[in-house]
């Protein structure tokens, strides 16, 4: 309209930008043989892309898969050895043995080391007896388990006989594979009750289901050893000192499950973009005076709710692109510094995205008003589907604090001359430039040209989260002293998980420039840098209050910074439906009769009996 | 924990001040007689009590009710005149006459002026024709149509037979009493056909129906004729002179439906709140090494989830009732100003909550992490059938442009020495006092007694809304000279979305202070001090860089905000048991098993089949 006219060239510009940024890496390579080949190297990044492919068709086959191949397959891989491969990894594979993750309680979720299933040795039969001690301890949310799983890897406390086999001592949290049900007659084995969890928000799809072992007797090959095993007569070994580093090194295999929720995450982001775009583009809806209607997404008040979002939707496309990279590094090399950087950043992310895509969700239903409330269109089963992703495979406030506690580590070792995992990198150098005084001079520059530079952008995220870690760390120091470890961290928790955000934000937005930088296609890379400017700048609007507060960014400047991004938001809103489409998504697999590509209206209408 | 141990008498004190909030005005009177008495005297403040107490138990209810009552029984009595109400009344009252409100079509919601369905009266048979004109002007989302509505009102532009004869003129949208369906046989009627919308996000107990009409002949008599009529040959009346005003006074009528949204929607909240902090009252997770593990709700981060909200469900409660009241009084006395605020103040509360409420949703069943997700435990529900309220009724962001406008409108208004609506009453002296620079002092000010002081809380709620209206009113006049007037409001669409919602968020804080300065027992009156400095504190920390930017607030003052905003989190949640308490909403209200007071978690077993 009016804002159309000031800049006349904008669309013919962007539409041939546009056209071209269709297909940036964006495009799923085809599966050529099985998701686990046989000498179990995982391709990961065919598997991410086909779980974010598949969540964008359906999200419970998505989670169905994923219990069956990373959770329950995962599980057997990962944390057994070699004979449980040999005997377990092919059925898995071809679903003849399908397998659940049991490890979440009743009462107990986040807290995994305080699970309450005791798996007992009973050195006579040289077996374990599973037991489920009280209600409390009942496994719950097992996915798999109320209808199709045959197996479970069972998360249990290993309990063996003491000494003088008088008592029993607890050697913390392992997992069992324990069989659920008659391989023929797929009735529940002796000793195991199932019921199904029931109704859910969302994801309906899956069967998740309770679980109850009374007296389960497993021959103790069945115990996942590769980080703890038991001897015939009733010995433990193991080649880490400590439960702890049990535990850790157990729960550390699984950060699988976190990368494919954060690529699937990401894939419903992009649906639910591409279904509100296309809508806003189609939808008119009043206009100047005796002139026609508008585009809905022409107002400046829906650019602002979807341009944003489109803008991160690109950003977490290429940070989980580079999650999934540095994955399959590690599963490649097992570099040990990548395994702390992937733990790290994968709960991050997974955490970071999740959120925002569920939040998202919301808007884009409420962006698309009425007709955004027609099942049909399909953002209610999205986001109801989608919702637990912030809860299971960690927590997201569990996450997120395990991000701060690395960062906090990292920061600890700093001091002591330690080296820095690859992601933080930037620390080293941001504790001694970035925490001096913030230069009063370019706290001023409010130029686009400062505003969009890349440097200006990332220094400002590293700033944040550089000066959000040293107070931090100051804080806990001072509060340990009167409340301990526990109380000082509770008392600082809002902050640590500020500081994580920020973090993530900042790997993210290094990812983008990343990507912007290396786009071979100049035009593409033009229409890239408008959304790369777009997330950065609208990230630091979002927290100008902290920028604000230690004249990091003058007054002058955050006023400029405001106007920019709304600025950005419009010419974003010019290469919006190019952007869209470059996600490569099908009218088949997006569904949703108003987003249609043509006859949307009639399409809707004829849904309805029209 | 630890934080408890620093002030070991908090819990002691609260509990006894909190057993007496119970209670404080939240209790809903019986009702003694039908909704809807002889005199047409409502009786509002029950009717929305009953709207809230029904929405509790089940949201689609409560929309039924409002279809029936608010919408179409409404639109009858305040739109039509004495031989509708004559006709119509008792047979509405009884549901003898179940209807529809027929407002609504398939390309045209928010711009309500822009409809297609056409009234052409034929001065020959005495008759309107109402048509369908094109597939866009089918009406779409009709509550009550697809099953069970007899009649509805709809809404069509009025076409008059031209002095000529040879063509129609356009007299623009008059509401009409269509006959839908057979009183006898159910049966749709001649040219009426109708389809079930189909099945929803949530409130899938309205039955939302499509409406085409061909040639349906109505009576002249059917015409709601309260602002405009037709004379038997053919001769429009109106005591209003233009189209636009007719169109305003019709809307307007409309207002009632709008409070009672926003009383159900806070009713949803204080569900909600309910079952998300019992449930983190009971729920134990993690804690101190070697000791037991502590509530959720002891953590940091949780209480920063739930406390403001819960704060903000108070303030909620206090607004509502305000304005319920203020709508009540319109509807006695029909003073005129009385008629601007409540339009206004219905179109801003009804956006502004049940926005919050919407989210708040999402973050309670995020907070009550897997076992939220449970279908039974109801935030699924309460969530999908509550989200279109931010849509029905008035898009929100539609909304809040007429507060917008209405603000504007005053402020005009004001330097031309007219009078203000009381509700606008602060903007009078803002306009000179707050607009002089912040004071260099008090900006530095950061004692707790400031902080907690109502007058600073309400100046910096009015400050910021005062600086929002002056430049956005220097703003609209600077782009309306290259953009013309619809191009510079969508030029400052954002700013004006900000400008409203910092109204209506220094209106309900008025009206909280207001409460907590008249409650009665001083316990109580603690008790809900902290509440609302909670509500105060925590609105101003989330928009602190608008502070900052203008000085008002400086950076010391900045971090003891953020930092009081923490411990009144921590202090409210000392008393969260006995504030969700007050709300009086019994376990068969509530219903969701891990909200139970008593045995929680085995109701929840049972539930699921143990």
Request: glycine residues 6%; charged residues 20%.
């Amino acid at each position: 309209m009016e804002q159309k006219k000031q800049n006349p060239k904008a669309e013919d510009e962007t539409q041939i930008v546009s056209r071209r940024i269709q297909r940036i890496s964006l495009h799923i390579t085809p599966i050529p043989r099985p998701l686990h080949d046989h000498d179990s190297n995982l391709e990961p990044a065919k598997y991410f892309a086909i779980v974010e492919a598949i969540g964008a068709v359906d999200i419970s086959l998505g989670i169905k898969l994923g219990v069956q191949y990373s959770l329950w397959g995962g599980s057997v891989i990962n944390l057994g050895t070699k004979k449980h491969k040999d005997k377990y990894f092919e059925k898995i594979d071809s679903l003849e043995y399908p397998g659940c993750f049991a490890m979440t309680e009743l009462h107990h979720g986040s807290n995994v080391q305080g699970i309450q299933t005791v798996a007992t040795f009973d050195p006579i039969t040289d077996e374990f007896t599973i037991n489920t001690p009280n209600d409390g301890a009942i496994k719950w949310w097992i996915g798999n388990a109320a209808v199709h799983g045959k197996f479970a890897s069972v998360f249990a406390k290993l309990m063996l006989p003491t000494h003088d086999a008088k008592g029993v001592s607890d050697m913390g949290v392992h997992a069992f594979i324990v069989p659920l049900r008659d391989l023929k007659t797929h009735q529940a084995l002796p000793g195991i009750e199932i019921h199904d969890c029931g109704h859910k928000v969302g994801l309906n799809g899956v069967d998740n289901g309770a679980l109850r072992f009374t007296s389960v007797r497993i021959p103790r090959d069945n115990l996942l050893n590769r980080f703890g095993d038991v001897s015939r007569d009733g010995k433990y070994t193991s080649s880490l000192p400590t439960i702890n580093k049990r535990f850790a090194a157990t729960l550390g295999e699984l950060v699988g499950g976190r990368v494919g929720l954060a690529s699937s995450s990401v894939g419903v982001l992009k649906i639910a973009n591409t279904i509100a775009i296309r809508y806003s583009l189609l939808r008119q809806q009043f206009g100047p005076p005796k002139q026609p209607e508008i585009s809905i997404l022409d107002y400046q008040s829906q650019q602002h709710k979807l341009m944003p979002m489109l803008a991160s939707t690109y950003a977490f496309h290429f940070a989980t692109v580079y999650l999934v990279d540095i994955y399959s590094q590690m599963k490649i090399t097992h570099n040990e510094q990548l395994v702390g950087d992937v733990h790290a950043l994968s709960a991050g992310i997974k955490a970071y995205v999740t959120s925002y895509t569920a939040k998202s969700l919301s808007v884009c239903r409420e962006a698309c008003g009425g007709h955004g409330y027609a099942a049909v269109n399909r953002f209610g089963t999205l986001r109801n589907d989608h919702d637990i992703f912030q809860t299971f495979e960690g927590d997201n406030t569990v996450l997120l604090q395990q991000v701060a506690a690395d960062l906090l580590k990292q920061y600890k070792e700093k001091f002591q001359g330690g080296t820095l995992a690859v992601t933080w990198n930037y620390l080293r150098e941001s504790m001694n430039t970035y925490l001096s005084q913030p230069n009063p001079v370019t706290s001023r520059w409010e130029g686009a040209e400062h505003l969009q530079d890349p440097k200006f952008q990332l220094d400002a995220f590293r700033y944040r989260t550089s000066r959000l870690l040293q107070s931090a760390a100051v804080r806990l120091r001072k509060h340990s002293k009167i409340l301990g470890g526990f109380g000082a961290w509770n008392r600082c928790l809002n902050h640590l998980l500020t500081l994580a955000e920020s973090h993530i934000e900042s790997v993210i937005l290094a990812k983008f420039i990343e990507a912007v930088e290396k786009c071979p296609d100049p035009n593409s890379q033009a229409a890239l840098k408008l959304v790369c400017d777009l997330y950065a700048l609208n990230r630091i609007w979002n927290d100008i209050g902290t920028y604000r507060n230690v004249d990091y960014v003058a007054p002058n400047k955050a006023k400029a910074i405001h106007k920019l991004t709304d600025y950005l938001s419009f010419q974003v809103r010019n290469i919006a439906k190019e952007l869209v489409d470059a996600f490569d998504l099908p009218d088949h697999v997006t569904r949703a009769p108003i987003a249609m590509q043509s006859e949307a209206y009639a399409q809707y209408k004829q849904y309805v009996g029209f």
